[in-house]
């Protein structure tokens, strides 16, 4: 496929969705990048239009403005929270789960291809963790939408630059970075991972899928992969 794409990232004030959109901007494959979120990023490009409101009502929203204008051929949910952040965990899951598979369904519906969502390690359905049981649900979920492509990425603790201090991740940030160039192998799906090296690895399997060299319709990427990432 040699035609430019469109892509929506979804959080993209995030720490990597941030990295995301820059990326995608950067890119010759893109001809259009719109985010999707409560505010606005503090930036400008030619190829950068935002959309911003009540996430509450995000079916109306990509429909009254991405899908009427462009199709889009891909989706970066980089969208996610803390129970803390939240303050309840009902208000959790309505932000980690019932926003992404409602944008992942309208998306579906006018003719996404992949979707690429942010999970975490250690997620699964079934898990006594509620962070972790909410993750899984999600991807189970995304699964049975069927796309094209779903690609789904389960970093460990997120490390860089953030608008919102997290004290639990700048810590356990911190000292993983100091043992981080004498670890390697297994050791690397525990590390802290660069928020940037994540929103490279969700840009580079999107680009295999559209270049035609990746068959995988569903794949899981895990933290250790993320780290050792290469386009």
Do not use: W
């Not at 496929?1 to 494959?29: D, I, P, Q």
């Amino acid at each position: 496929m040699n035609e430019k794409r469109t892509a929506l990232v979804f959080g993209a004030t995030g720490l990597v969705g941030g990295h995301c959109v820059r990326m995608l901007l950067a890119s010759e494959e893109y001809s259009s990048v719109i985010t999707l979120g409560r505010r606005k990023l503090n930036l400008a490009h030619s190829k950068l239009s935002q959309i911003t409101g009540n996430l509450d009502n995000i079916e109306s929203l990509l429909k009254d403005s991405v899908v009427a204008g462009k199709t889009v051929s891909e989706v970066f949910c980089c969208l996610g929270t803390t129970i803390k952040k939240a303050k309840s965990k009902s208000a959790f899951k309505h932000i980690d789960y019932d926003y992404p598979m409602a944008v992942a369904k309208v998306m579906l519906e006018y003719g996404a291809k992949h979707f690429c969502v942010i999970s975490a390690v250690g997620a699964s359905p079934t898990s006594h963790f509620f962070y972790n049981k909410i993750k899984g649900e999600l991807e189970r979920d995304l699964t049975e939408l069927n796309y094209p492509f779903l690609t789904i990425m389960r970093p460990s603790v997120l490390s860089g630059d953030r608008e919102e201090f997290r004290l639990a991740e700048s810590l356990t940030g911190a000292v993983g970075n100091l043992f981080k160039p004498i670890v390697s192998g297994a050791l690397l799906e525990v590390m802290p991972v660069e928020g940037s090296q994540v929103a490279l690895a969700m840009v580079g399997e999107s680009e295999r899928i559209f270049k035609g060299s990746r068959y995988q319709n569903s794949l899981v990427i895990t933290s250790r992969q993320i780290q050792e990432y290469k386009i």
